[in-house]
């Protein structure tokens, strides 16, 4: 078999090195990962989904002044659309939570989640980035167009066989293969049958997506240095996407306690939960999941739960307790280091590579 570094993706995204930095929203992505990450010759991406258009605008603007290499925009493909059928039941558990933090108590009369997404595919439309990519779904096709229009690429992460296809189909230029290792949200399109979402480990679901489909495919989830960057060559990924492996980065926004838990934090600590968004997502387990497990009431749908429990998260991590924070993590945390900037985890993963390979 013939690995090689320099991959047909490398070419498509015009980057040195086939490694995407995944796009992290709520404030692990910053401004200055992406432009780190590009900078070192992959390409960085910012999480952009949870802000309003003119900030992204904005953070754009700001990637630009520190980069000329290309970079993308990561939104999730989803309308905001509350849902306060349960909205009583749910903050009054989140009302005994807010005492603990001296919050004011929430009534039940409904939670509001601002629909930004048109506003903010407009804004990345507008300043011309060169990659969108997206979670919880392709992109609708009429923006799909639009992007392609503008010599936008598109990516769309998968979770399975069937979400492949779709992604493929829709025109998009390459697609993200979420193990079940990943941290953070799962992308599963559609989770009405199943609220935890699909949940194929790497290893079997690279192989399986690069069987069926045409375009690129990147391996995501529990990638953490070159030995996992070469499997996933090997397996037939083009190259890989990891979020997890620069959480602790220099250049990463995640707060001070947060990073202090995932060093020391192991393969064991995480879990799959739905209980901050609504969504499922694997984060490491902590008292707020513990709590909610308790109650044994359904979260709300996303946003709507991501929104009614926004309160507490901030307050928890105004206070420094990682307890009640959402604390978005993969499988690999014992690869994690210490105070290492971006380009010197990019240079690492891509000098292991070149030993094994
Ligand atoms: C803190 C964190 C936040 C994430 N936020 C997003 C996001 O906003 N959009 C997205 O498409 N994926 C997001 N992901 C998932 C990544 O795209 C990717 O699937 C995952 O990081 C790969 O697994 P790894 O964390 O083991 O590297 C996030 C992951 C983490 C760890």
Redesign the pocket.
């Known amino acids: 078999m013939n690995i090689k570094l320099d991959t047909e993706l490398c070419r498509i995204f015009n980057i040195r090195y086939p490694i995407f930095l ?5 404030g ?2 910053t401004v200055s990962l992406t432009a780190a990450v590009s900078n070192a010759g992959g390409l960085g991406t910012l ?1 952009a ?1 949870y802000m309003e258009p003119e900030a992204i605008r904005s953070a754009i603007r700001d990637i630009r002044k520190l980069t000329n290499a290309p970079f993308g925009v ?1 939104l ?1 493909s989803i309308r905001a659309t509350d849902d306060n059928t349960r909205t009583g039941e749910v903050q009054r558990e989140l009302n005994d939570i807010r005492n603990k933090f001296g919050l004011p108590q929430v009534a039940g009369e409904g939670v509001r989640t601002p629909d930004h997404f048109e506003q903010q595919f407009t804004v990345v439309l507008e300043e011309k980035v060169p990659v969108i ?3 919880f779904d392709v992109l609708p096709a009429h923006m799909i167009e639009q992007a392609k229009a503008g010599g936008i690429r598109i990516v769309t ?1 998968v979770t399975t066989v069937n979400e492949a296809l779709l992604a493929e189909q829709a025109g998009c230029d390459a697609i ?1 293969a ?1 193990g079940s ?5 799962r ?1 599963t399109f559609d989770i009405s049958n199943r609220p935890m979402g699909a949940n194929i480990g790497t290893m079997a679901l690279v192989p399986q997506i690069v069987d069926r489909v045409h375009i690129p495919v990147i391996a ?5 240095d070159g030995r996992g960057l070469v499997a996933a060559l090997a397996l037939g990924a083009q190259g890989v ?5 620069f ?1 602790t980065s220099v250049e990463s926004g995640a707060h001070i306690s947060y990073r202090q838990k995932l060093l020391a934090s192991t393969e064991e600590s995480t879990v799959i939960t739905n209980v901050f968004s609504g969504r499922p997502a694997r984060g490491v387990a902590n008292e707020f999941i513990e709590v909610w497990e308790k109650s044994r009431l359904e979260p709300l749908p996303f946003p709507t739960q991501n929104t009614a429990t926004r309160d507490i998260r901030t307050a928890a991590a105004k206070q420094n307790n990682p307890d009640y924070m959402s604390l ?5 945390l014992r690869m994690l280091t210490s105070g290492q900037s971006a380009e010197s985890i990019v240079q690492e993963t891509i000098n292991q590579v070149q030993i094994i390979l």
């Open positions: 995944a796009g992290m929203a709520g692990p992505g999480g989904a990561n999730f990519s997206t979670a992460m993200v979420q290792e990943a941290g953070g949200h992308g995501a989830g529990g990638i953490m996407q990891m979020g997890t492996r959480l978005w993590a993969g499988q690999g």
